[in-house]
């Protein structure tokens, strides 16, 4: 009896670790293929004919208007895998600002959905869109340690994506060539953004 019962035990036990082991590559086999981007990056670029890539080439904005999403994601052009963005649909972007060393140059919202902690700080927000004039005779020599695009999202697992367009790893000179071109695509995005928010 006490044999049989030892390789009862021994036969349940051996059932319930291959149970186990296929239950285990069931789940691993969706996620694998969930953890792979929706889209590599020829598709992507097909279905995202707008898109803008920061001066580090650590970010992809691309924008699809005819199915009205937003989609960002790291950009490594050299992964196998290609691009992985995250969609967002235009209806979701609440604002944008461009901020240079912790001051905002211009921003445009949709003010009354944004609620984030970070956007509170800044009560000039307003309905409308606005430009914060800067210094004309401000020193063209001027370091510039942040260059930052924020969309304001109505998400709560991402209400503030801030996307960097400082070109380089150290600061930036207002007077540099990289630093006017990284300022003017921020802006083209920024723009672009701003159409969205007020269509």
Do not use: C, W
């Not at 699809?64 to 994601?73: I, L, P, Q, R, S």
């Not at 540099?176 to 300022?183: K, L, N, P, R, T």
Request: aromatic fraction near 6%; avoid cysteine; hydrophobic fraction near 40%.
């Amino acid at each position: 009896m006490l044999h049989f019962l030892m390789y009862m035990f021994a036969l349940l036990g051996i059932s319930l670790l291959l149970a186990a082991a296929v239950l285990q590559i069931k789940q691993s086999h969706p996620s694998s293929t969930r953890n792979k981007p929706a889209h590599g990056l020829l598709s992507f670029n097909s279905k995202f004919p707008e898109r803008y890539i920061t001066p580090d080439k650590s970010h992809i904005i691309a924008l699809n208007e005819e199915g009205k999403h937003m989609a960002v994601g790291i950009y490594d052009p050299l992964s196998p895998e290609g691009t992985t963005p995250t969609m967002f649909p235009y209806e979701n972007i609440l604002g944008s600002e461009i901020v240079e060393n912790a001051l905002t140059l211009t921003k445009v919202s949709k003010t009354s959905r944004i609620t984030t902690s970070a956007v509170r700080r800044t009560p000039g927000i307003v309905a409308h869109s606005s430009i914060i004039e800067t210094n004309p005779s401000a020193e063209t020599t001027e370091e510039i340690n942040e260059l930052t695009l924020k969309i304001y999202l109505d998400s709560a697992d991402t209400p503030v994506l801030s996307i960097p367009f400082l070109p380089g790893p150290s600061p930036a000179k207002k007077s540099d060539s990289a630093y006017s071109q990284a300022f003017s695509e921020a802006q083209q995005v920024h723009e672009m953004l701003r159409g969205i928010v007020s269509a």
